[in-house]
Every structure is written in C-alpha cells, then in structure tokens.
C-alpha cells in the first residue's frame, strides 16, 4: 500500500503541502514525518521497557507484530497516531471512546494490545488495573512528553506489503466488537476504488466530518494519505463549522454520511457560506436518499454526488450516482452473488449477499469470534440482504433491516426511502416493533419540530409502497437517536418508541 511512501515522497517533493487539518492544527506533509518520527521514538521505548514483562506467544494473525491501540476522542491526534505508527513494524487499532468502558477494556485484553495510548482517566485506570494484561497503558499526554525527550528513531519507513498494519472492529456499542486484521497489500485493491472511483487525488483537499473510530472517516484518512491529498478532519460533525471550512479553504471533496448533507446545505444557506468549490461527494454508511441528493445539488451544483457501499471486512462493493442510492453498480474486480444458505435464488429475489474480492478478510481474529468471513470457495458475506437484477445490485438492508410482518419481508430502508421523499420527513427512521399477532408492525419515526399529518404520510406511502410495506404506526420525534458518525441507530429508536419518549400521532 502506498500510505508511507507517499507522505515521505510528498514530504521530499512538496514539504509545505497541507497533510491533515482539524481541532485547530495543522500538520503539513514535512511535520506529518516529523510527528511519525516522534511516535516511533515514544513507542518503541515504551515496548522495549515493557518487553521482559511480555510473555512470548506463537504467531497468529498478527505474526507476532505489536498492537498499539489509540483510543483518543479528538480526530486529529488518531489521525496523526495512525500515520505515524504505519511506518514502522506495529499494528494500530483505532478503539472507540464511546464504546462502553467494560467493552473497551475487554477487547485489549483479548487482541493481547501491546500499547495503548488514551486520553480518557477511566479507561487508563482500568486498563492499569486489569489482571492477565501485560500490556502498557498511557495518557495521550504522558505519551507526547515521552515521545519528545525519547532518542531519536529511524522515522518513518515503507514496510513490507504482507505485513498486517491495521486492527479494525466491528461495532462495539452493544454487543463485544470483532475485530479483524488488514496487511497493506489488502487495501491496495480499496486505494485504487478510490483513486478511480472516489474522487481520491494527488492535490485534492478533502474534508471528512466526524471521529476517525468511524470507518468511513478512517477510510478517508488513509485513501487521502494514500494519494497525497489534504484530509481536514472534526472530532464531531458540525454542520456550520465544515460550511466554513469548506468555504474559506476552498475544499474540492467532502466524504460523510447522507444526513450530512441535508445539515451542511441548510447550515451554508443560514450562514451565508459557499460550497461551489466542491467537485466530488461521497457518500456512505447509510443509503443517500433522492430528497437529500435534490437539495444538495442546488447548494453545490458543480459537485458530482456518488453514494457507494461497502463492509469494513470485504471492502468496496458498488456505488450509485442517481435516485436513491440502493441500486449500485459493482465496482470493477467485484462479483457478486446472492443466496438462501448454500442455493442461488433467482434475479430480483432477496436474499443473502455474497461478494468474491480482493480486499475480503477471511477470518476474524480467533480472540473475539470463530466466525469466518470468506468460505473456502472466495465468497464472503457479512449477511447484509440485496437482490440481484440485470448486474446490478439492489440493497434491502442489514441482516437487521428485514423485517417479518404478518409473514412478509418487509425492507425497513426501503420504507425509509420511500417516506424521506415525502416533505418534512427527510430525516426518519423505520424500525419494528413486537406484536403477537403480526409478529412484528412496522412503525415510523420522523425527526422534526413539526411533522407532516399522519394522513398526508400515509397517502404519499401508499403510491411508493407495496400494502404489507406500509406503516402500522406513526411518530414523531425532535430528535432521533445516532451514532458519534451521525448514523440515526435504528435498535435506539425502538427504544425511544416502546418508551413513550417520542410522540405518536
């Protein structure tokens, strides 16, 4: 993977070049080394006081390559960690600081972390306190001050392509994260998606909103180091702050999820702040809605919107450039499938999607699921639920997002579509909820001050929707649950709907 090679090659041609922005500093390509230097020189200082008290282990699927891991809530210093620790012989995990504390502190214990830095007191104390663990914990400031006074190291260097370089996990908000390893011949395939596909360019500034623990902003991290770009990063998305930045910088592509969108073209129009200077916008983590791609088109119109999809352990899988974004192209070098258990069903059916690529993961690690990812045949699935029809790829949703109803599958997104094209219910969430008669119903949340009637949304849903797809029940909310990457968390919703907490009409 090229990630080290071109921020030295960078640094050498182009010292100046902006390489990362956000949380009020800068680093540019020269310092990004210089930074990398200094995390070199703190990390392995600390590994090398803390070697005699590590036990020697076989290799496994980290073939023995220290894991650090950052868990750090500002998205520049995880920018900065997992650049500078990409160049030389370890393994950086990015863990999630919203993660619950038990979970946090679980998983380092099984991925056996060799070093991790954090800046939250909690997490450390814990850490420091956990029996069985062998590993290093230290504060993010005690990090820097060591990583200053240390003797100077070798600074960043091109490793090998087989050697893994990145721990990633699955999500840890409720249930314990799997994680699962990445070598740098791995993503080659995803830099390239990028580079042909994404808008990722030499001299493109790019701005990703949101914390870097969230996969589509790491994603955007490493494709725009990959190719010499400039990522300008927030730790959480504000929608007036990113206007700004685009406006006074002159940002020419902007990545985040669909919700944004709407929030930044409002936000612009409020503030009086331009997005003409944006040619490239990519979408991803949640399907892009025809109500949205409309009104952020007037906002940017010279900006080419692309929505793609894809799974943290297969990689890239197709992308749309038109209507609602669930009826994706494959990329090129992806084939697809899909299945009900082991027997191919006919085009336009649902079922199990299958996808046979380059950049698929096998296995998770052993130390937090058994699970394969890739069968022995190529084809990997992480259970997500689409239908094939002349090549192309129509998503239904999660494993999750299917929901049985009076005995019929009812696709959740595509009742979510279907109402989000209804005026005043751009932002909403479908979900189902226990009913012993249907088994489930289905019920949706509108997130607004003021909703539109409840007849006026059953009249528009009853054009756009099959009869058993049609809501059961109306609600609506100031607010809807979300991820820390603007994500609305369906499981969340239905919580806020069993609870009373959000009005039903």
Known sequence: MPFTRTILNVAEADPDRLALAGDGERYSYAQLVS?????????????????????????DETQGIPIIAVSLSRSIDVARFLCGVNGFRAIIAVVDPLWPLSHRVEIMKR????????????????LSQLKGWTGSVVSLQRFDELAASAPPSLGPEVRPREEPFLLLFTSGTTDLPKGFVRTR????HNVEISRRYLGAEEGVATIAPGPVSYSLTLYALVEVMATGGSLHLQSGFDAIASARSIDG??????????????????????AGLDLTSLRTVITGGANQSESIRTVFEKAAPDAHLRSYYGASEIGFIGYSDAGDGTRL????????????????????EIGTLYV?????????????????ITGADGWASVNDQASIEDGMISLAGRAGDIAVSGGHKVSLPQVE?????IPGCETCCAVALPDPALGSLIAVAVEAAEAPPKAVMQRGLRDLLAPQFLPHRYYRANELPRTAGGKIRRVAVVDLLLTGSAERL
């Open 35 to 59: 930074a990398g230097t200094r995390i070199r020189s703190g990390a392995e200082q600390i590994l090398a006081q803390g070697a005699d008290a590590r036990a020697p282990r076989p290799p």
């Open 417 to 421: 579509r279907a109402l989000a094209s």
């Open 111 to 126: 991925v056996d972390a060799a070093l991790v830095i954090t800046d939250d007191a909690d997490f450390e104390q814990s």
């Open 356 to 372: 046979r690529v380059a950049s698929a993961v096998e296995h998770y690690l052993a130390a937090t699921s058994s699970e394969r």
């Open 329 to 348: 192209t494959p990329f090129d070098g992806v084939e697809v499938s899909v299945r009900d258990g082991d027997t191919l069903v006919p085009d336009g």
């Open 249 to 270: 910088e002159q940002i020419q592509r902007f990545v985040g999820v669909p919700s944004m969108l709407l929030a930044l073209a409002r936000a612009a129009e409020h």
């Open 185 to 188: 011949e791995s993503w080659d």
